[in-house]
């Protein structure tokens, strides 16, 4: 199995970035894939999942109204737009996927992409 993200990079507060996630060599379909990020000395902590079966999405508090994902099943890519970019929301984000029932606790996803690096400053 193999999850890539892509679409890292710097950014002025205010901004926006969006980042995509493709999985691929699953032998069966995910059950649920999220994003989730780690900032420099604090834990790993979900940003935002969604149920592929029935389209569930969940957002933490600190993103909603902010970021939105979404997929293009043409492209097996999930993304996540993120608009008015905090300096607080610079992290390492990851995208994960897994075939158990989850919801978007960390402990929950099984595949692990590498991360892509958001920062956010002027």
């Known amino acids: 199995v193999q999850v890539v993200e892509s679409g890292g990079g710097l950014v002025q507060p205010g901004g926006s970035l969006v980042l995509s996630c493709v999985a691929s060599?699953?032998?069966?379909?995910?059950?649920?894939i999220g994003w989730f990020r780690q900032a420099p000395g604090k834990g790993r902590e979900a940003v935002s999942c969604?149920?592929?079966?029935?389209?569930?999405?969940y957002y933490a508090d600190s993103v909603r109204d902010r970021f939105t994902i979404s997929r293009d099943n043409a492209k097996n890519t999930v993304y996540l737009q993120m608009n008015s970019l905090k300096p607080e929301d610079t992290a390492v984000y990851s995208c994960?996927?897994?075939?158990?029932?989850?919801?978007?606790?960390?402990?929950?996803?099984?595949?692990w992409g590498q991360g892509t690096q958001v920062t956010v400053s002027s």
């Open positions: 969604l149920v592929s079966s029935d389209g569930a999405i």
């Open positions: 994960a996927v897994t075939h158990r029932r989850a919801w978007c606790s960390v402990r929950e996803y099984d595949y």
């Open positions: 060599g699953l032998t069966l379909p995910y059950y649920a």
